[in-house]
């Protein structure tokens, strides 16, 4: 069985915004950039636990909504200056459906 769930219709998520996905082991954010890719990130910013589902989604990074810090949706790595790291989870796009494997979620300690 596969540990991917469906979460939606791409056309729900805002180009350059994002959608938050409840799990048992927290939110998960999942953006969508311009060209209609897909990553997903923990929903909370390692620096003062800002909601990064709110934040500015630019090329392939996302801007806390709170303190400025980037993030790198790829990797989940914060852009220096600032350090931290964000769990990623994969995600795809599937016949316009997103995607979302949260497995890691759920065991992340």
């Known amino acids: 069985m596969s540990p991917f769930i469906d979460i939606g219709s791409l056309d729900d998520i805002p180009r350059q915004g994002a959608r938050v996905v409840k799990t048992a082991g927290g939110c998960v954010a ?12 923990d929903d909370r910013c390692p620096h003062k636990g ?10 392939t990074a996302v801007t806390c ?8 949706l790829n990797t989940g790595t914060a852009q220096a200056p600032d350090t931290g790291q ?7 796009v599937n016949a316009g459906r997103v995607m979302l494997d949260t497995s890691r979620h759920q065991n992340a300690a």
């Not at 999942?30 to 990130?41: E, G, M």
């Not at 800002?50 to 090329?59: A, N």
């Not at 909504?65 to 790198?72: E, S």
């Open 30 to 41: 999942v953006f969508r950039t311009l060209d209609d890719r897909v990553f997903a990130l």
């Open 65 to 72: 909504p709170l303190h400025n810090w980037v993030f790198d």
């Open 50 to 59: 800002g909601p990064l589902s709110e934040g500015i989604v630019h090329g």
């Open 86 to 92: 964000l769990q990623t989870y994969p995600v795809h």
